[in-house]
């Protein structure tokens, strides 16, 4: 679930860093447009009474403010806790001089993440699937903050609900299972409303890559009226199809986020339901949106290639450029069409889960709550994917990424030992395809 995108932070690198860097990667965390002066760091601490108390006097000695900190046991070192925390660098020298203090009075480690943001620094970002966790949690609204025109904004079951999803989002790290979600009878009703009414326009109005994995989704992951599904089955199910895999959000994320984890093949899902009051109508994504007009297509492979494809371009964009890439996101994987056959069919999860949209479509800044007055038409998936390449490579960075499946990481293509890398990899692929069409009589090789 994404939003529009925020500035981002720089890197300010030490010489202490340098080992960290080449086994974790770069790191993308979001900052705060209203403040371009925060400052956010990673320390470590030895898990002992008095350590973290010890550290914080280093800023409250200095007078310098603490506007977020969040903690976590250290994946290096089993005995550390690492914190981050985002700091309001009102005064600079003395902010130099607790950093020093931390890295000479503490005994883990410290590594400054922003500071000091140049126009031109290109954006960190995630470098391997773990560091998804490091930003998921920085989203731009909590699940239970809801709108003064939204259906349950009056509603303080729906509300207390609302919160009950977000925190188990927040709570959710990588490589854990999603925990299972047990709907009342009002969210299934809900849910069955919505199903049926799409469902009856499926046959007529989707394309024919979510017509055919649709039965799929109802045979193995629980897809039926009364019954809402549990994003741990269909993560599941997309793993084996395509190797996507969906992670539970606590609210809106920047579009700088959302689209990083496509690059993983990660799709950030909400898990609450809209209200009963209006179950034809969401002012945001919900379960609806995301497992009837998303999840569909994230099994086809061509179209989940198309959405990573998106993912990476994303990566150490410009935010200008990232602007640009939630727009196309949005004409396509939110509200596109495709040309199959004589007929135009919808594959854009904001069409397929809307039964008014949907309807629509059969007879620029977008908006987002109300109906589109634009839609593009792509003459396939391929089509799109091609398009999306040629855009990607006008994004002012220099370096190319590619995704390496087998250890779930981003490559950077910014040397002659990478680029050996790559050539060798596609080399051993043309041999494999080579000897495929051979095997196959295929002439001519």
């Known amino acids: 679930m994404d939003a529009a995108p925020k500035h981002v932070n720089g890197d300010h690198a030490t010489a202490g860093d340098t080992e960290f860097r080449k086994r974790r990667g770069s790191m993308y965390l979001e900052e705060d447009t209203s403040n371009t002066e925060v400052f956010s760091c990673i320390f470590s601490v030895k898990e002992e009474v008095g350590a973290l108390a010890k550290t914080l006097r280093l800023f409250e000695e200095k007078g310098i403010n603490l506007t977020h900190i969040e903690s976590r046991p250290s994946r290096i070192n089993k005995e550390e806790y690492e914190f981050f925390i985002n700091v309001d660098s009102t005064c600079s020298e003395a902010l130099d001089q607790v950093i020093d203090g931390l890295r000479t009075q503490i005994s883990g480690q410290v590594h400054e993440l922003s500071r000091n943001k140049q126009k031109d620094t290109v954006p960190w ?5 773990q560091d998804l966790d490091r930003f998921a949690n920085q989203i731009l609204s909590y699940g239970s ?3 003064s025109d939204h259906p349950g904004f009056t509603d303080p079951v729906y509300r207390s609900r609302r919160k009950e999803f977000a925190d188990i989002a927040y709570n959710y790290r990588h490589g854990q299972v999603v925990p299972k979600v047990e709907y009342t009878a009002e969210e299934r009703e809900t849910w069955g409303t919505v199903f049926r009414e799409l469902k009856t326009l499926y046959p007529t109005h989707a394309c024919r890559e979510h017509n055919r994995v649709f039965p799929l989704l109802e045979k193995y992951c629980g897809y039926r009226q009364d019954n809402i599904p549990q994003l741990e089955d269909i993560s599941r199910f997309l793993q084996s199809c395509t190797g996507f895999r ?7 994320l920047s579009s700088r986020d959302f689209l990083a984890g496509l690059a993983f093949r990660v799709f950030h899902s909400t898990q609450y339901i809209r209200h009963a009051s209006r179950p034809m109508y969401t002012p945001e994504p919900d379960i609806c949106h995301e497992l009837l007009g998303h999840v569909p297509l994230f099994a086809d492979p061509s179209f989940a290639q198309f959405s990573q494809e998106i993912g990476l371009a994303s990566l150490g964009a410009p935010d200008e450029f990232i602007e640009k890439l939630a727009t196309v996101y949005w004409f396509t994987v939110e509200f596109g069409l495709c040309k199959q056959g004589t007929e135009i069919r919808a594959y854009g999860a ?12 059969s007879r620029q800044k977008y908006p987002i709550t109300e109906f589109q007055p634009v839609y593009f038409v792509a003459e396939s998936f ?24 087998y250890t779930q990481s981003i490559e950077v293509l910014d ?8 050539a060798d990899n596609i080399n051993s692929e043309m041999g494999l395809l080579c000897n495929a069409l051979k095997k196959l009589g295929v002439k001519g090789v």
Do not use: C, H, M, W
């Open 246 to 252: 969906l992670r539970p959000v606590a609210g809106l």
């Open 350 to 361: 904001g069409l397929l889960s809307s039964f008014g949209e949907l309807q629509k479509t």
């Open 125 to 129: 970002f995630p470098n391997d699937i």
């Open 145 to 147: 903050e809801l709108d």
């Open 382 to 405: 391929e089509d799109a994917k091609e398009r999306v390449r040629t855009f990607a490579a006008t994004i002012p960075r220099p370096f190319t990424v590619r995704y390496n499946a």
């Open 415 to 422: 040397s002659t030992q990478q680029l050996r890398n790559l």
